[in-house]
């Protein structure tokens, strides 16, 4: 999207490509005159990453992404900038998310609470379909597992530490 290169200073295809004698300001004038809207876009996942980098969104927009239709590595990115707040990243339930990636990151929402709120937290991942969710559950454990709830949780920890360590061998 021309207009947002225009605005975040990101790479288009129009004036990286093919009209390299002008700037995305042009690219995106003239895709806007193509394409006439009687009213403004809304705002893009894009935008609000953009604000993220720089420390300026607010926890609420990140939610949104996390929670809306953008893909799933956007929405992933969009929890990681919530990990600096832990009550809002905790508070999404992104745990259930279809995505493994979003769930991946998930995961390490509890890393820095108190061992027994990690290890209750972040149980549910030691038993994802996804290697990639349960290694990650298995590191921000690692440290808590005495406070694992149940016996299998506790095998289901072992496990998934064994993998974690296996990719370190």
């Not at 295809?13 to 093919?18: I, L, P, Q, R, S």
């Not at 300026?56 to 953008?70: F, N, S, T, Y």
């Not at 108190?114 to 290694?135: F, K």
Request: charged residues 25%.
């Amino acid at each position: 999207r021309p207009d947002l290169s225009a605005k975040l200073g990101t790479p288009d295809a129009c004036t990286n490509a093919c009209h390299r004698d002008h700037d995305p300001a042009w690219a995106a004038a003239t895709v806007a005159a193509w394409f006439p809207r009687a009213e403004p876009r809304p705002e893009h996942f894009g935008e609000v990453l953009a604000r993220a980098q720089h420390g300026m969104a607010h926890p609420r927009e990140l939610a949104q992404v996390v929670r809306g239709d953008a893909p799933d590595i956007a929405r992933a990115t969009a929890l990681e900038h919530l990990l600096a707040d832990p009550e809002a990243c905790l508070a999404l339930e992104a745990s259930a998310d279809p995505s493994p990636l979003v769930r991946s990151v998930a995961a390490g929402c509890a890393e820095g609470r108190p061992p027994a709120e990690r290890a209750a937290l972040t149980a549910w991942a030691l038993s994802d379909p996804r290697r990639v969710v349960r290694l990650e559950g298995a590191r921000v454990i690692t440290g808590a597992q005495s406070f694992l709830r149940s016996p299998e949780d506790l095998a289901r920890y072992r496990a998934a530490r064994a993998e974690l360590d296996a990719m370190y061998e």
